[in-house]
């Protein structure tokens, strides 16, 4: 094979991988197109692809109360995120650089609780949420989203803490530091991406999810993934302000993960791929 | 079983490696139940708000209670789940929740494997189209269902009955013609960058010098990549077929908002939701609910170790 052929078919399969990227990621791009067209042109029968943008159909996002569900979602987003965090820190910390004992036990305690369908835990939080008044609230659908995440940002955050020198940390001991300031002023520091990346992951997933918003909220806690949901039963046209919505509910989490793009597999994989 | 850990990349084994060479640094005893401590609030919460609640699902699925008769309430041994057996809604939908699953994990397979080894490739602009790759599996799954199911799947405004009509094939309607298939291509859609992710790691990891190697000994494209490449991935397909079965197993998103769980896509967790926030059978959802949790552990064991060994023949001949 000489060269020029050989950089004619690299080229083509360049092309080729072109083609392929924007024909997965074509319904995204429709979607963002479709929300800053007016609804006579989203609604169409045959699709315009030039068009003057408009924002009639986020207006009538907001006009729906959009704001409302969104600001639920950030609030149970982050308080999840919040509490696996600090819930997974010490955790994590005493599966990697203190000792344990069956170390082996409780890893496969947390992943057996990352394993358990939600269907089969939602019936009894449901009634007990019922009984106590405590449906329809956005902290404790944060709470239950914060023991969804914490299998995943324990097991995420072990990975990273494996990765701490031993010797720093025997150092610090030496020089007395006792074990509060070993993980705050020694450890932290040095896990501090692996700590965001495993809160970007479990944000990513809190803003996401939908079966247990969908249960366990009706209306003031409801969050954004039910309310999109409501579209299903809507008459009429309503392309252009469901395409705006649902781009200006996907941005945050696009955003949070193109920028974590690199420790996306490592919480995809609960840590054991790097 | 055929060795392929000369990947450099540390395995779920090395960290347990890592970990018994932890455990080998002397400590007090004192200190192990301070360690113990730093555990323990994860582990409470986590007992408090998965496996107590699951115990009480089994707890649920062994009464009889139905909240349009709340007073009507008893044990019921295991009568909830044989009317589920004889009723005829549980097996459609375990058998729907199964080739729902297998369909999905097995085409994002495929196409994440097309797309990692395309997207490993040194060309222009390469970050920008792994940026693009990653965000169907981002965008929250309501609003990818939502999307597909108006402006991809419509039989008016749908993109992909414009593309039929351009090319004079008929017009299909996709949820009620197709409604596994409609399922199948939104989550194969959203999975296909999840396998992409893992599978590229794992192409990332491989060791050049083999490659090259290989190359210089005259062995084909092909040849390359059943005998060395496959065998490398191994670990990773695995990964990526256990943890998206897992997930898809529990579908409910796309059921819901795309065929309502008609057409043989009714999942147990689409189920369980009809019986209890719509039946307001409490016992007999909570059957459905156990009965998921089943066919997770069965899924989760017996397909790494079945499915692989036929899915990696080739390389480990």
Redesign the interface.
């Known amino acids: 094979m000489n060269g020029s052929t050989r950089s004619a078919k690299g080229a083509l399969t360049t092309l080729a991988t072109w083609i392929l990227v924007l024909v997965f990621f074509f319904p995204v791009l429709w979607m963002v197109l479709n929300g800053f067209k007016p609804e006579s042109l989203a609604s169409s029968v045959n699709p315009t692809f030039f068009f003057k943008p408009v924002t009639e159909g986020y207006q009538l996002a907001m006009d729906r109360g959009m704001a409302g569900y969104l600001q639920n979602s950030l609030t149970a987003a982050l308080t999840s995120t919040i509490i696996s965090v600090l819930l997974a820190i010490p955790a994590a910390y005493a599966l990697s650089i203190r000792r344990v004992k069956n170390v082996e036990n409780s890893l496969s305690f947390f992943i057996s609780t990352r394993f358990m369908p939600l269907a089969a835990i939602v019936l009894p939080l449901f009634m007990i949420f019922k009984t106590v008044g405590l449906l329809d609230n956005i902290y404790v659908l944060a709470i239950v989203y914060g023991a969804m995440n914490l299998p995943v940002t324990v097991w995420m955050m072990r990975s990273f803490f494996l990765e701490v020198p031993f010797e720093i940390i025997e150092a610090a001991r030496v020089d007395g530091a006792g074990m509060f300031r070993e993980i705050v002023r020694i450890v932290l520091p040095l896990v501090l991406p692996g700590v965001a990346a495993a809160a970007l992951i479990s944000f990513i997933f809190a803003w996401n999810e939908y079966f247990l918003a969908l249960l366990l909220t009706s209306s003031a806690a409801r969050t954004t993934p039910p309310f999109l949901g409501s579209f299903v039963d809507g008459r009429g046209q309503f392309l252009a302000v469901l395409s705006a919505a649902a781009t200006i509910a996907a941005l945050p989490v696009i955003i949070a993960g193109w920028v974590a793009q690199k420790q996306l597999v490592r919480g995809l994989s609960m840590g054991a791929i790097k | 079983m055929t060795t392929t850990t000369a990947t450099p ?4 084994l090395e ?2 490696r ?3 060479a ?2 080998k ?1 002397r ?1 007090q005893h004192k ?2 139940w ?3 401590g ?2 323990l ?3 409470i ?2 007992i ?7 115990l ?2 089994i707890g ?1 699925s062994l009464t009889k209670w139905n909240l349009l008769y709340p007073n009507d309430r008893a044990f019921a041994g295991f009568d909830n789940y044989t009317s589920a057996l004889t009723s005829g809604d549980l097996w459609p939908s375990i058998v729907a929740t199964v080739l729902i699953t297998a369909f999905s994990v097995v085409l994002a397979l495929l196409f994440g494997l ?2 990692a080894m ?2 490993d ?1 040194n ?3 390469r970050a920008l ?16 269902s ?7 799947f419509d039989t ?2 749908g ?1 992909l009955n ?1 593309l039929f009509r351009s090319l004079h094939l008929p017009v299909v309607a996709w949820s009620t013609e197709h409604p596994m298939a409609t399922v199948v291509i939104v989550l194969t ?1 959203q999975f ?1 960058p ?1 396998m992409m ?2 599978l ?3 192409l990332q990891g491989q060791d050049k010098g083999i490659l090259e190697a290989a190359q210089v000994d005259g062995a084909g494209a092909w040849r390359t990549f059943t005998w060395i490449t496959l065998p490398h991935l191994r670990m ?1 397909v695995e ?1 990526g077929v256990l ?1 998206g079965s ?1 997930i898809i ?2 579908v ?2 796309p059921i ?2 795309l065929t309502k769980g008609t057409g043989g896509t009714k999942t ?2 689409y189920l ?2 009809e019986r ?2 719509i039946g307001l059978d ?1 016992g007999q ?2 059957a ?3 009965v ?2 089943i066919l ?1 552990i069965i899924v ?1 064991t017996i397909a790494l170790k079945s499915v692989f060994k036929v899915f990696m023949a080739g390389g480990s001949r």
């Open positions: 990349q540390p395995s779920e960290d347990v890592a970990a018994t932890t455990d640094r400590v200190e192990l301070r360690n113990r730093l555990l609030p994860a582990v919460f986590l408090l708000l998965t496996q107590i609640p699951f009480t699902t649920f097309l797309f395309l997207l490739r060309f222009r602009g189209a792994r940026t693009l790759m990653i965000t169907p599996f981002l965008i929250m799954p309501a609003a990818a939502l999307i597909w199911k108006y402006s991809m008016n405004i993109m414009w859609w296909t999840f992710l893992i590229l790691a794992g990773y990964i943890l897992v197993l529990q409910f998103d819901a908002i147990l967790a369980l939701y209890a926030f409490v959802a909570a459905y609910g156990v998921t949790v997770t989760a």
